[in-house]
């Protein structure tokens, strides 16, 4: 793909993450959850949700508050009893009495709805898939910082190919014509990773060492898919040998979908199935798939604290995304992406509107915004390498990724790793090109 596909299909990614952001509450949650168990149903041609989840939470408050977006909340109970509860603002606000030992509660929400965004219905193509923005589909917690485990209960017709974070574990046809699909996720993640995709899709299968890969298409052969997904192995080997970690799920699956999509999940990446064509075309075009597997590190392992250091996942999966190039076909592809990301850059702090990586604020981010995470991100780590050398700079990516993997982590943990590894302070580069003091 050209560089002005590519940042197109960015540039979709990015205005999906805007309206995430604008619409989910930047407050400090009083809750820890620690489990979601989720029952969904979703009516493909009715664009419309319903379902339950269970969510078991840690709180010495008397109140709960959840992110529901424009979902109806229709009970709420605790141990079978029904609970006080108001929606405002998009957020469902339970009161749950004074507080049990340990503070741990498990309530249970129905609800159902039909999702403005976050959520994707193709009824022509008897596709559904959701892209960020989870409590426009289920009631949750919308902060990155607050990770929990997750099993998922998927009901739609027997016809359709589903898939779902972490890991398969049962099956059962209903008299209905209906399949009950369950997945445990073990791993805690944060809920904007949690996601689903069904469709009338075919399963492609092969392994490498621990990991099974899967392909999901619909208007490929087996034998395109293959060709399609030719650098997945390889790129599984590149992420882990440069993060320093293994991939931390027993499969990983790509699907090619209907529509524009472009969005990571844990255990899984939605690709808009126009995408496997250039990829026939064009060998070489492998950016968006690197990018997004990426995430699989940085981003759903090391995850953001919050959205002001939202630099950390995007960065560095961008830069990540021309390491792989250069891994794969040499330093003139990765020096291509990197002068791409720098003209980018350079746009808008000729514009005057360069700003620290670190946001102050990230509710309502600009097209501008957008770019600087992203570009001037992958950029900045592009400088970095060429400051503290070749050894150094992996060295310092692996501590980072090890010490941090499965947390949350702000820019100044990012700083520490590298300076570790450089065995020399980094102040005046990251003063310089991060903060921007």
Request: charged share 25%; hydrophobic share 40%; net charge neutral.
């Amino acid at each position: 793909m050209g560089i002005c596909m590519q940042k197109r299909l960015l540039c979709l990614v990015l205005l999906v993450l805007g309206i995430l952001i604008y619409g989910q509450a930047a407050h400090a949650s009083t809750l820890d959850v620690l489990h979601y168990s989720v029952t969904l149903e979703p009516d493909i041609v009715a664009k419309s949700v319903k379902g339950t989840v269970r969510i078991r939470f840690s709180t010495e408050s008397q109140e709960a508050e959840f992110n529901c977006g424009d979902l109806t909340v229709d009970s709420v109970r605790l141990a079978g009893a029904a609970l006080k509860f108001t929606v405002v603002d998009h957020r469902l606000r339970v009161s749950l009495g004074p507080p049990e030992r340990r503070g741990v509660r498990e309530v249970e929400i129905d609800f159902h709805g039909t999702p403005r965004f976050g959520i994707r219905f193709f009824p022509d193509r008897q596709q559904v898939y959701t892209i960020f923005s989870t409590s426009q589909w289920m009631v949750c917690v919308d902060d990155p910082a607050d990770k929990a485990t997750l099993t998922f209960k998927l009901i739609v017709p027997t016809s359709l190919t589903t898939i779902a974070n972490g890991q398969l574990i049962s099956q059962h046809e209903r008299p209905d014509g209906k399949r009950v699909s369950e997945w445990q996720q073990p791993t805690p993640i944060p809920t904007y990773i949690f996601g689903f995709a069904a469709g009338p899709f075919h399963v492609v299968k092969e392994k490498r060492r621990n990991v099974e890969l899967q392909y999901l298409a619909t208007n490929y052969s087996p034998e395109q898919v293959r060709r399609i997904f030719r650098d997945t192995p390889d790129m599984l080997d590149f992420f882990e040998d440069r993060a320093g970690v293994k991939y931390a799920d027993k499969t990983y699956t790509q699907v090619l979908a209907a529509g524009g999509v472009e969005q990571e999940m844990s255990s899984f990446t939605a690709l808009k199935e126009a995408y496997g064509k250039q990829l026939l075309d064009n060998e070489q075009d492998l950016w968006l798939a690197a990018h997004e597997f990426a995430h699989q590190w940085w981003g759903n392992m090391v995850t953001c604290r919050d959205w002001n250091h939202f630099w950390l996942n995007e960065g560095t999966a961008t830069f990540m995304a021309a390491a792989y190039l250069e891994h794969r076909f040499g330093r003139a592809a990765y020096l291509r992406e990197i002068e791409t990301y720098r003209a980018n850059y350079e746009k808008v702090r000729a514009a005057g509107k360069d700003k620290s990586l670190v946001f102050p604020d990230w509710l309502s981010p600009t097209h501008e915004d957008r770019t600087l995470v992203y570009d001037k991100g992958a950029y900045v780590l592009h400088l970095l390498r060429e400051e503290m050398g070749e050894r150094a700079f992996w060295n310092g990516l692996r501590i980072f990724t090890r010490r941090h993997f499965g947390k949350s982590v702000v820019t100044s943990d990012f700083v520490s790793a590298m300076e570790e590894a450089n065995g020399k302070s980094l102040k005046e580069f990251f003063a310089k090109w991060v903060y921007l003091n």
